[in-house]
């Protein structure tokens, strides 16, 4: 079982990375904000799952332990298999993850290429009391920055970003703020666009 990768980055494109490894380029297919953060020639660790096929064998990598191991529990949902499962992973972060499960709400599933109303709703029931322990901390953000985070992460997936890469990038923009700068949302919106880059809203919906 290949459990990790940590090597130079020789490709990468909107949902995979190539990673060199003792001179053995491994292909990885990786959730659309770890696709983006790849720097061809840097290095980078990714945790991965090796899925075996009759036909393949396929590695999906990931960020975090906790994203892996999300990973793992939404193909032991009926119906979803790794490239859906990947395809969740593009949209949502583990806490939003564990949130729409906790709340028994599966509309942000439903949002996701390739999963049914049927399917959306098999997971929030099969993943129930599972997944809360896997989402990780909060961030901190700027103080009373809570609102106005989500307001900028709105603004973005209005934008054509997906929910996770907005979220991520507006927390980040927000916790670099410092206090004589406050928290608005034009003055986050602002500096979250420059960190993605203006070309990439239509890159990023999945």
Not at 41 to 57: K, P
Not at 113 to 136: D, E, H, N, R
Request: proline share 3%; no cysteine; charged share 15%.
């Amino acid at each position: 079982m290949i459990s990790s990768l940590h090597g130079v980055v020789l490709h990468t494109t909107s949902d995979q990375v190539v990673i060199d490894v003792g001179g053995v380029g491994f292909s990885v297919a990786v959730p659309a904000d770890v696709a983006h953060t790849a720097t061809v020639g840097e290095r980078m660790l990714l945790h991965t799952s090796l899925i075996v096929r009759e036909d393949a064998l396929s590695l999906f990598g990931f960020a975090d332990r906790a994203e892996l191991e999300i990973f793992g529990l939404l193909i032991s949902v009926t119906g979803v298999g790794p490239k859906s499962a990947l395809g969740v992973l593009s949209h949502l972060t583990a806490d939003q993850i564990a949130e729409a499960v906790t709340s028994e709400d599966d509309a942000p599933f439903r949002r996701v290429s390739g999963i049914g109303p049927k399917t959306a709703k098999l997971i929030v029931v099969q993943l129930a009391g599972k997944v809360q322990a896997l989402a990780a901390p909060s961030k901190p953000a700027a103080a009373g920055a809570g609102d106005v985070v989500s307001q900028v992460a709105a603004a973005l997936v209005g934008l054509g970003w997906s929910e996770k890469v907005a979220a991520d990038a507006a927390a980040q923009t927000a916790a670099d703020a410092t206090e004589a700068e406050g928290a608005s949302v034009a003055l986050l919106l602002r500096r979250t666009l420059a960190l993605l880059g203006p070309a990439q809203g239509g890159q990023a919906r999945v």
